[in-house]
Structure formats: structure tokens, C-alpha cells
């Protein structure tokens, strides 16, 4: 059975950091890409960021750019987003999603599989 579990989610100040995992069950890695979304309580799910089956392309939600890092590692099954100079505005459960597609990586995309979420809290 194919799987998702999301991990690494917790409280932390402003200005801290966090890396959340994405660790994939019942299939390998290497033919998905890989996305990142959150949803805040009464808003819309957001974009954050997707990563190439390969590796090679990465797309990020302009919230986020230059603060946050997706990574994936294949051999171990897991996509990695690195989490830096987070902000009260980040708060939201995070999931990650895969979407069978050898082809670069989209947001906008339609994604087949999804975890269950890990929530992110980011409070003084």
C-alpha cells in the first residue's frame, strides 16, 4: 500500500528553524515528484514546494523562497523540507504529496497520494 508519513512538525520560536521528512511506504521515490503544502486554519491550502523525481528541479511558493529547502534522498525513500527564519505566518499542518511524473515538478499540479500532515507552530 502506497503511503506517505509526514514527521519533524513541533513549536518553535520566530526566527527558529525546523526540517520536516517525508518518508514513502509501498513505493520507491525515484519516479515521483515530490510537493510540500500547508493549510492554516480558515485558509486555502498553499503551495510550498515541489521537487523533481531527479532531483535536478525544485519550484517554491514565493511565501517561502529563500527561507525554506526541499531536498530529497532516494536510496533512503524520503523528501526533506528544511525550514529556516520561520515566521508566525507559517503556522499550518504540513503535507507532502507525490504525483507520478519523471517531468520537472509544478504546484499547480495535480497531486494522486497524500500524507496525513504534521503540524507547524510558530509562536514566542
Known amino acids: 500500500q502506497l503511503q506517505l508519513v509526514e514527521s519533524g512538525g513541533g513549536l518553535v520560536q520566530p526566527g527558529g528553524s525546523l526540517r520536516l521528512s517525508c518518508a514513502a511506504s509501498?513505493?520507491?521515490?525515484?519516479?515521483?515528484?515530490i510537493g510540500w503544502f500547508r493549510q492554516a486554519p480558515g485558509k486555502e491550502r498553499e503551495g510550498v514546494s515541489c521537487?523533481?523525481?531527479?532531483?535536478?528541479?525544485?519550484s517554491y511558493g514565493s511565501s517561502v523562497k529563500g527561507r525554506f529547502t526541499m531536498s530529497r534522498d532516494n536510496d533512503k525513500n524520503t523528501v526533506y523540507l528544511q525550514m529556516n527564519s520561520l515566521k508566525a505566518e507559517d503556522t499550518a499542518v504540513y503535507y507532502c504529496?507525490?504525483?507520478?511524473?519523471?517531468?520537472?515538478?509544478?504546484?499547480?499540479?495535480?497531486?494522486?497520494?497524500w500524507g496525513q500532515g504534521t503540524q507547524v507552530t510558530v509562536s514566542s
Open positions: 521537487i523533481s523525481s531527479s532531483g535536478r528541479m525544485r
Open positions: 509501498g513505493f520507491t521515490l525515484d519516479s515521483y515528484v
Open positions: 504529496a507525490a504525483r507520478r511524473s519523471t517531468f520537472g515538478c509544478s504546484l499547480t499540479a495535480s497531486y494522486d497520494n
